[in-house]
């Protein structure tokens, strides 16, 4: 696995997702806990709070959404933060993985390595023999 750089514009995109959370952590109707930022090829930046609901939707698929419909198709690098009490990157859910290793394999994700250390890789790298679409 391939570990990539943090660097300067990685650290703005943590703070850009820690800022749309503290932006929407307590509206007084919902509690929003994560943070999203996204960053495409083309230099611009998304980001999104995850929604709480029945089923509820991650704070990464509401980013990658909100790209997409954009019409956004080159994503380079994706970080989601946790709440602003405790102001730590986090590391993709199972569901998120197969969603970015779907739209995007190659897009950098930034997350904590559980020692405290933050890291870089692929999406692809977080979930090795992924499923893949069959096509008959
Ligand atoms: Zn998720």
Redesign the pocket.
Known sequence: MTKYEITDTDRELIRRALLVLEKNFDDGVYNHT?GCALLTRGGSIYTGV?CDGIHG?????ITVGAAISAGERELDTIV?VHDKAHNFVLS??????Q?LFEYCPDIKVILNDGEGNLIKVAARDLLPFAWTPVIC
């Open positions: 994560v995850n939707s991650c704070a990464e698929y989601a993709p859910c199972g569901n998120c993985r969603m």
